[in-house]
């Protein structure tokens, strides 16, 4: 098993200074959030670009683990042809990058003026295409278990993989927002979703004074004991990535600093890998980089 730093936790810095990070902080790879304001915007990108973020990573020791744009729209052809677009500049620049996977999002839900058997249906069709252009590339989509898509529990996720029923798509296991929603435990949720397994993204669960559910650093106190976790994802036989989803960008007021919170975030998880099941879970004092 080996972790990954989401550039979601970066704000401030370009690919390149991400990158750095990543390597000073003990990360195995990265997770680039792709788009015109994140650290690659795919489409902006040049051949000589994508060769020296390439050439850098690899001088630093850095692997990428998963390229994350935010394309999803399949409700109309225009759309779908825009999204598979997307899906294509995508897979192409994860095959330049050795990078084995691309996060999907699978459809929108709920969508105004749609019944949901009419998004599924549109979804499910357009990610069989994406599939195909997957392939082509030697790349995987991995489809996130997330608030607002069709696949935001466990069951839902099984669902629609069953219904798109491609080698090349499988699950980005985000248990935040599968805990959020509350249908299924842990277990179920492994259960349903371990022959999909390609992906899992990490981070904890608090909440507000008034109940509202937020997410927060993996290695804070919260309901999600990702040592435990992590325990069941090895008796899975998973040995794929877990990305520290650290969303400074989107909540920027509370998390610590980049290079204090997500060095203790990749030690607390280099640590719950590290450790033999049963033990105690290992709590970092955080330190700056």
């Known amino acids: 098993m ?7 936790g970066m704000p401030g810095m370009d690919i390149f200074e991400s990158i750095n990070f990543c390597a000073r ?7 680039v959030r792709c788009a015109e304001n994140g650290q690659m915007h795919l489409e902006a990108l040049s051949a000589d670009d994508i060769v020296r973020i390439r050439d850098h990573a690899a001088v630093e020791g850095v692997e990428f683990a998963c390229l994350t744009p935010y394309y999803r ?3 109309s052809d225009e759309a779908t042809s ?3 677009d997307g899906f294509r500049l995508a897979c192409g620049v994860a095959r330049e990058l050795s990078c084995p996977l691309v996060r999907a999002i699978a459809g929108q839900w709920p969508l105004k003026g749609f019944e949901r058997s009419e998004v599924f249906a549109r979804t ?3 990610m069989k295409e994406a599939a195909i252009i997957a392939e082509d590339f030697g790349v995987k989509l991995a489809c996130e278990t997330h608030k607002g898509y069709l696949t935001w529990s466990a069951l839902e996720m099984a669902e629609f993989l069953g219904a798109v029923d491609s080698d090349e798509v499988g699950v980005l296991w985000d248990h935040y927002w599968v805990h959020v929603r509350g249908e299924d435990t842990l277990n179920q949720a492994l259960n349903l979703l371990s022959p999909w397994l390609l992906h899992v993204h990490a981070k904890n669960l608090q909440h507000d004074a008034d109940g509202s559910p937020h997410a927060a650093m993996v290695s804070a106190d919260g309901e999600l004991d990702w040592c435990l976790i992590i325990n069941h994802l090895k008796a899975i036989g998973y040995e794929g990535y877990i990305t520290d989803e650290y969303e400074k960008f989107w909540h920027p007021e509370r998390y610590p600093e980049t290079e204090v919170g997500m060095a ?13 099941p049963g033990k105690p879970s290992f709590d970092p004092a955080p330190q700056p980089l």
């Open 2 to 8: 080996k972790t990954a730093g989401h550039t979601m």
């Open 73 to 75: 729209d399949f409700m």
């Open 25 to 31: 902080a003990g990360f195995d790879g990265i997770e």
């Open 124 to 126: 499910v069709a357009g």
């Open 264 to 276: 203790a975030d990749a030690e607390f998880l280099r640590q719950c890998i590290l450790q033999e």
């Open 82 to 84: 825009a999204t598979l």
